[in-house]
């Protein structure tokens, strides 16, 4: 990213034209706003949420909206102790607010892992850099796009 460049400039440059970045008078922050924003069901947005690993990196869980992160699955998965980032964390280490934070344009790159319960949806929304913006796209780009592998993370 450059000086000059926001964030949800960031995202339109990682995503180009196939995807495009719709922005709202509304919040689209949680994913109650954002499907009530978009019109879609809570499952369909693909909410980022930033763990800090026991090693001080970050981890970042991209889960269904209508999902709780599992932090002792996390946990497993990652052979270390995890716990919610806070958002000092999260602005440093994504170059994005809470409420905003994109599964894309991380530099540097950062461990990306998706929530199983997103591969079954047609079509899912991520947010796009601020708490007002948003972009569609299909579990299959959502993997292509961040190099994430699809697990088991939810809350059951």
């Known amino acids: 990213m450059t000086d000059a460049e926001t964030p949800v400039e960031r995202v339109r440059r ?11 008078d509304q919040s689209t922050a949680t994913s109650a706003d954002a499907a009530a924003a978009i019109g879609c069901t809570i499952a369909q947005i693909a909410k980022s949420l930033v763990f800090r690993r026991a090693s001080g990196d970050p981890v970042l869980v991209v889960a269904s909206g209508a999902n709780r ?9 990652l052979g270390e102790k995890v716990g919610r980032a806070d958002p000092a964390f999260v602005l440093a280490k994504t ?37 007002d913006a948003v972009f569609r796209l299909t579990p299959d780009d959502l993997q292509r796009l961040t190099g994430g592998r699809f697990c088991e993370l939810a809350r059951r």
């Open 14 to 24: 990682v995503l180009g034209p196939s995807h495009p970045v719709r922005r709202f």
């Open 69 to 77: 992160v599992d932090e002792k699955k996390l946990a497993a998965l």
């Open 95 to 131: 170059g994005y607010p809470v409420g905003g934070v994109a599964p894309v344009g991380h530099d540097p790159a950062v461990t990306v892992l998706l929530d199983a319960d997103l591969a079954g949806q047609r079509e899912i929304w991520a947010a796009a850099g601020a708490p």
